[in-house]
């Protein structure tokens, strides 16, 4: 295909692409796979602070929007648009906008009631007048048109993954005295590591070794309070906190681990089940957000959100051979019917290659 016929696009995010989260991943694979098909992709990495929008934040979408020409295909994360659609507005006419939603800005766990309802409102507004939305989950979708999106239409494109070789505690031959346990979560306050840490604090008895894998700058408050858990519980000893790690380091993370922990209170996806999938590893996970849909019950101890006893009452599992077994099995099995991420892009590159079909407030699911 030849540049000047190649399909042309920009991706607009909040600060560098190359973030070490699920939906920055997500974004960068979308990116990366389109290139590779022959799209002529342009990425704009807003300054500023998201997703309050702040001065900077504000410039730097306005200048990304003003520097592109009518007709031009726009995708922009929701990160760095919910709370600014009045810089959008004026370019919705001109440009074809799709809005891409990982979750609900207000559903982020920690805001007070009206936080919460102030971004509810503002990006239901900016997302009822947007071109298309593709979101991640149908969980996602769903939560959409329960906030009131009634007339955009929504498309779900789910991440893919990456193939992966089994991790070594995913062979039932490997000893389970003392399991490797790993979290791949940013430290903020939705993710649940408070909640996990007090979960394993009441199985002190027990022999275990956690890995905490994930940026810890992203919300300071949060990081240094989990760290003084840690010390507190007296699990120093036992828990270590790795920050950000390359791809290679994080493949070495599952390929050590035993059992894989998702303590969050919400996710629009959560990439690290299908990863931890990916490698026929075992979960022990809440059922927040849409980790109801994403995390097989055969594969996985499933509980509550919030709830460090429940939790803990589920890691216990593992030292029962039986149930350890049955969950590994499942993992495996599970592993099988994974989607690898040429299928989303292939899926992604359809939904913007097409004009948006669907009734309004209805799900396409293809």
Known sequence: MSLSSAPRLAVIVPGPLRQATGGYRYDARIVDGLRAIGWDVAVDELEGTFPEGDRPAREALQTALDARQDGDEVVIDGLALGNLGDVVTPHLGRLRITALVHHPLGDEAGLDEAARRRLHVREIDVLERVHRL??????????????????????????????????????????????????????????????????????????????????????????????????????????????????????????????VLVPSFYEGYGMVVTEALARGLPLVSTLGGALRDTVPPEAAWRVEPGRSEAFAAAIAQWWSSEERDAKRRGAAHGRLALAGWERTVERFADSLAGSPGVPAGVVDER
């Open 134 to 259: 593709v979101v991640t989950s149908r969980f996602t979708a769903r939560r959409l048109v329960e906030l009131g999106v009634t007339r955009t239409p929504i498309e779900v494109v789910e991440p893919g993954v990456a193939p992966a070789p089994l991790a070594r505690g995913a062979w039932p031959s490997r000893a389970a005295e003392a399991p490797r346990l790993l979290c791949v979560a940013t430290l903020t306050p939705r993710k649940g590591h408070r909640v996990m840490l007090e979960a394993l604090a009441m199985l002190r008895h027990r022999p275990w070794r956690l890995e905490c894998v994930g940026d810890d700058r992203r919300a300071p408050e949060e990081s240094q309070a989990i760290r003084r858990d840690i010390m507190a519980l007296g699990l120093q000893n036992r828990v270590s906190v790795a920050g950000c790690v390359n791809e290679t380091a994080l493949a070495r993370c599952y390929h050590e681990a035993d059992l």
